[in-house]
T-cell receptor, first 115, second 112 residues
Framework: AQSVTQLGSHVSVSEGALVLLRCNYS??????LFWYVQYPNQGLQLLLK??????LVKGINGFEAEFKKSETSFHLTKPSAHMSDAAEYFC?????????????FGKGTKLSVIP | EPEVTQTPSHQVTQMGQEVILRCVPI?????FYWYRQILGQKVEFLVS????????KSEIFDDQFSVERPDGSNFTLKIRSTKLEDSAMYFC??????????FGPGTRLTVL
């Protein structure tokens, strides 16, 4: 079984400040890890993913995340927040199954950016 | 850029009625999924579909639910007899290599 824990259902940062959204996972096999963003009344957009290889992955809109196996973490960061980053962010984990890579999502973190 | 599309964007139905939610996945993808998100809660996996059959399903996906890929392009989710608790946003996703899943914009289902 796999699970995802996102610390903080709501995070507020000032425009230009560092964004740090925390994600810890539990998986009995090597995980595939993802961050998705959901803007109001829209679907889920893939921000970045980790499958294998380099543990620091870069995504769209200046976001990046680092896979730390020893800490079972995959925190999302962005050096400087922009107003347009206000959205809900979901961390997800999956692994290869029999014809399925079903995603298990965390509860999400709503990011507010204060001008 | 290819994208997953879903219709309708909003469906209102009476309890006990059947609904069909439609999705057009990205054309060269092999894996297809339905997820749902009840208002204020996390996104939950319902079912995955590969090689023209269900590959995995969750506890939520009971006998009231079914999926089909009738014509090689559309991917549908049918709820036979809707309940109030089926009210949610339903997302279709499709995936190719490397386990990436691309989500559609969702169908908001309201059961009255």
């Amino acid at each position: 079984a796999q699970s995802v824990t996102q610390l903080g259902s709501h995070v507020s940062v000032s425009e230009g400040a560092l964004v740090l959204l925390r994600c810890n996972y539990s998986s009995s096999v090597p995980p595939y890890l993802f961050w998705y963003v959901q803007y109001p009344n829209q679907g889920l957009q893939l921000l970045l993913k980790y499958t294998t290889g380099a543990t620091l992955v870069k995504g769209i809109n200046g976001f990046e995340a680092e896979f730390k196996k020893s800490e079972t973490s995959f925190h999302l960061t962005k050096p400087s927040a922009h107003m347009s980053d206000a959205a809900e962010y979901f961390c997800a984990v999956s692994h290869s199954g029999a014809g399925s890579y079903q995603l298990t999502f965390g509860k999400g973190t709503k990011l507010s950016v204060i001008p | 850029e290819p994208e997953v599309t879903q219709t309708p964007s909003h469906q209102v139905t009476q309890m006990g009625q059947e609904v069909i939610l439609r999705c057009v996945p990205i054309s060269n993808h092999l894996y297809f999924y339905w997820y749902r998100q009840i208002l204020g809660q996390k996104v939950e996996f319902l079912v995955s579909f590969y090689n023209n059959e269900i590959s995995e399903k969750s506890e939520i996906f009971d006998d009231q639910f079914s999926v089909e890929r009738p014509d090689g392009s559309n991917f549908t989710l049918k709820i036979r007899s809707t309940k109030l608790e089926d009210s949610a946003m339903y997302f279709c996703a499709s995936g190719g290599l490397y386990n990436e899943q691309f989500f559609g914009p969702g169908t908001r289902l309201t059961v009255l």
